[in-house]
Every structure is written in C-alpha cells, then in structure tokens.
C-alpha cells in the first residue's frame, strides 16, 4: 500500500531506529510523536522540524502523528479546556506547516488503552498482550502500576507517568461525567478545532476505545458503528473522521470490522487504519493480541484489506501492536520482528487484491 507506516517513539524513546524502519519493504511513512510533550502543551516548531527533519533524512515520510493527546481538563469539561483548546490549535497548525496530514487521537478519559497481560504466553512460545476480565481488578492503581511495571523499561503511549500519579485525582474529577457529558466535551472540542482543521487541511482521526466497553465507571464513547455515527454528526465535516483500529473494535465480537470499514470508507470518513488481529479466548470476550495472518487470530485480514481495496482507500495504514518474538525485549507490543511481519502480510494481501481487480 502506498501509505504504510510504522509508528515510532522518537530516538530516546524507542528501541528501533529509523533505519530498521526504512528496510522493511513497503514502508514509506513513518507514524511519529513527541513523546515527551505532556498533552495539553503547544508542539514546538523547532522540535517538529527536527522529527521531520531525521524521518526524511532517512528517507521517510511524516505525514500522520498519533497522538496528540487531549488534556483530561477537556474531557471533563473545565473552564481551563478553552485554554487546552488554544494550544491544540497552535500545535495543529505548527504540524499543518511542516506538512502533517492526519492527526490521531482519542477521548478516553484517565486511561488509554488497556491490557491485563502485557506478556501472554502463546502456544508457538511468543508472548503478545491480552486482556482478561478476571485479573481486572476494581483499583485502577494496581493497573496502571502493573503496566508500567511489565513495560521493559519503557513507558506506554496513554500511561505516561505524570498522568498516571494522578490516578485517584483524575477518577474523582470524572465523577459526574456520564456518556452524555463526555459526548457534549467532544462536541465542544470538535466545533473549535475542526474549522481550524477545514483551513490548514489536517483530518482528525478519532481512535476508538481500547478495549471497547466501560472499564471502572468511566463512560466509553467510541466503540462500535452506531457510537461512530453519532461523532460524524457532532460536527458535520471531511475533516472530522476516524482511525479504524481492527484490533480494539474486533475486540467486541458483535462488531463487523469489515462491514465498518465499507460503510465509513464510503464515506470518506476513514482516514488512517491500526491493522491488527486478535484472538478470543472464551466466549466473554476475553482475548490476546496475535499473529495478523487471519488463520491466527478472529478477524479476517482479507475481508479488511478488501473492504479497503473496494472504497479505494488512499489513506494511511499501520500494523498496530505485535508479539515479542525472536528474543525481542523492547516495549510491548511495539517490537521490530512482528510489526515488519504485519507489514509484509498486509502488503501482501493489498498486491494479490490488486491484481485479481486489474
Ligand atoms: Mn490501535
């Protein structure tokens, strides 16, 4: 595919360089960060110059960011969002100027995406993270603890320190924020940046809900087709879209994650896909992250890649995360091997649909 990327953390930040990323073949994009920036503060020009700078040095593109995190302040709804919201926009149009297209991002409130196993053994030896409702404990400390604990040293996109010692704080200061309320602040969010987006043409593509259904009281509002329908109408615009991520909407098994695709590729409305598999375990929806070939986990990757290949889809696509494998010790689910696998697969599969359409 001619958008394929591959997220990386930054130097500091990652154990795979920009070269490793440039040999794996069908790669031209890369999915890039600050990772340091905590959300809520401006993206400086200067250090976006130097990311786009290193990524074209090495003979890639930077046109997709994931994430620009949003500041919990505007999730809940304080009156310190519209300063929040300020600084959103000067990063939007800062990334606008050094070229970037698509921005990824998600309204999760306090946590990112969650695993209950970031090191599950799989029968092949490999070990990949899963999610198991049993081990979900009712204090979210002990999660949070637990990941970053089990991270390699590394610290996780969505658990970045600050934010996590912030825990008992933040679960308070959503108390009174139902799906309804967080719903109103995506609104709120959404009608301030998007005309900004119109002008400096830059999509926002919202990421679903990761796993996609309320965990510890806290309202979940993007995590199936009708949830994705009612954040296309908060703010009519082709700016105002989506990443499909396959793994966290197949992670609930009533989701067609084909079906969604052709219906908001339609659209238009899908600006950049997470190719990911996952396995379920039982029938309560528990599940491990796999191997994206299709007969290793419950999502069919052909029917996914068709359904894109049928919209004629020009947007940007990634493997989301891997198995460690191959004595790979580095963050979780964002080793080198399985990632480049992905890849290989999913541009495999995109060559064969192509030419039994020619
Ligand atoms: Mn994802």
New binding site residues.
């Given amino acids: 595919m001619k958008n394929m990327g591959f997220r990386w953390y930054g130097d500091n930040n990652d154990s795979i360089t920009l070269s490793d990323i440039r040999q794996i073949p069908g790669v031209s994009q890369v999915v890039g960060t600050l990772f340091d920036i905590p959300a809520g503060e401006v993206w400086p020009k200067d250090q976006i110059k130097h990311l786009k700078d290193e990524v074209e040095a090495a003979g890639l593109k930077l046109e997709v960011i994931e994430s620009v995190n949003i500041h919990d302040d505007i999730k809940i709804g304080l009156p310190t969002r519209d300063q929040y919201i300020e600084n959103y926009i000067e990063t939007i149009r800062n990334l606008a100027e050094y070229g970037v297209k698509v921005i990824c991002y998600n309204f999760m409130p306090v946590f990112d995406?969650v695993r209950t196993d970031l090191h599950y053994l799989l029968p092949d030896g490999s070990t990949a993270m899963a999610f198991e409702q049993k081990y979900l404990t009712d204090d979210p400390q002990s999660i949070a603890d637990a990941m970053q604990k089990n991270s390699n040293g590394y610290v996780q996109a969505g658990w970045e320190p600050e934010r996590m010692a912030e825990i008992k704080r933040l679960m308070t200061a959503y108390k009174d924020v139902d799906t309804e309320k967080l719903t109103a602040n995506l609104k709120y969010f959404l009608d301030a940046i998007i005309p900004v987006c119109e002008k400096y043409d830059v999509r926002m593509a919202m990421?679903?809900d990761?796993p996609p259904r309320e965990l510890f009281g806290l309202p979940r509002i993007y995590k199936n087709r009708d949830d994705m329908l009612k954040i296309e109408q908060l703010h009519e615009s082709p700016y105002n879209g989506f990443?499909i991520?396959c793994?966290?909407l197949g992670e609930n098994p009533q989701n067609d994650v084909p079906a969604i695709i052709r219906e908001f590729a339609a659209k238009d409305r899908v600006f950049f896909i997470?190719g990911?598999n996952i396995k379920f375990i039982n029938d309560d929806g528990d599940f491990h992250e796999s191997a994206a070939l299709s007969s290793e986990g419950s999502l069919d990757m052909y029917e996914i890649m068709k359904a894109l290949y049928d919209n004629d889809y020009q947007g940007y696509i990634r493997p989301?995360?891997g198995r460690d494998i191959w004595h790979e010790n580095g963050r979780p689910g964002y080793g080198l091997y399985d990632r480049a696998l992905s890849i290989n697969y999913l541009n495999g599969l995109w060559e064969a649909i192509n030419k039994d359409h020619r």
């Fill in positions: 995406w990421h679903p990761d990443t991520c793994g966290s997470h990911r989301d995360h």
